[in-house]
């Protein structure tokens, strides 16, 4: 049932641009699981998309200290000078990418600044390429803002990458943006320079069709893999795309709720409109804690990296070992995203077939005691996500029991 669905039955009657758009999966099973626990169930939860540990020391001590110089006022519409500073400097050193401060925007949060990207370039009818599996939310911004989602299947045997093939194919006279996000989230897996460069080699073709990059999970990559994004690899492309970041993922701050991008200065003064009419601005005190994020010390994230990497190994081998699973190994962010095609057919001891891969899901809730959350959320199955933004301890007691969970279907 849909959000609307439940809304209407009280007697109020929501806007058509909900009518289509539920509460994400994510979050029912996360109340789910939190109900069961305080029931007094055993349930491990590896659904929750933010990292373990916690927001640096320096960074809490900036915000302190902002707090102590009184700047708890509101600040400028979308970001400080000094915050837009300091996110120009991280653009050109870490990416080699030089934004001027007005092509620069801050947001409450990454989410928000997908929103007034999409709010402030969609009409209705406007259609938006993005690849499966992907973050819930692509989608439902895209539908609330009067576009439509173009989503493209991109299985394990892709790596879980867009095709130059495909993108040329999905492409017509509508298409407004594509959206890619690398690292992903639900899948983990990563566009190089060699995966990047022909989808590009595509885009210079089509002039009318925007690119809109996700680099969230940038500092979590693995085994070497050399981070890029798309606009230091194809200059070109400047002009027509909005590159998204933020601080939630690789500085453990997802309740600072600060997010940034940069891109062409027409759209952030046109995104500055949108975000003038919904939250204005950022707070000052998150603004403050994470300028010290990005020009502090930075020697943690690869203490970070390894640790992410260490439990990353363990999900992998532990979920391969399972008759029935095959878990493609990641190349960033903190999340694996299993095929469990092999047990679809098979039946519960309690004599109910696995159907779907939400099916094996809720077994594993039901049974294993273990919150993970299934590939249909993220528009591809049969998969299933798990976040291992977690103890290593847990994460093992969590796939001891999935496995033994498994090993009771027939």
Known sequence: MTIATKIEEAGFKPASRIASIGVSKILQIGARAAAMKRDGLPVIILGAGEPDFDTPDNVKQAAKAAIDRGETKYTALDGTPELKKAIAAKFLRENGVDYALDEVTVGTGAKQILFNAFMASINPGDEVIIPTPYWTSYSDIVEICGGVPVLIPCDATAGFRLKAEQLEQAITEKTRWVLLNSPSNPSGA???????????????????????????????????????????LEPKLKARALTINGVSKAYAMTGWRIGYAGGPKALIKAMAVIQSQATSCPSSVSQAASVEALNGPQDFLKERQESFKRRRDLVVAALNAIPGIDCRTPEGAFYTFAGCGGLIGRKTPAGRTIETDADFTDYLLEVAHVAVVPGSAFGLSPYFRISYATSEAELKEALKHIAEACAKLA
């Open 190 to 232: 990563a566009y190089g320079e060699a995966d990047y460069r022909p989808l590009l080699d595509v885009l210079l073709r089509y002039p009318h069709v925007w690119l809109m990059v996700d680099d969230m999970y940038e500092h979590i990559v693995y085994d070497g893999f050399s981070f890029v994004t798309p606009v230091a």
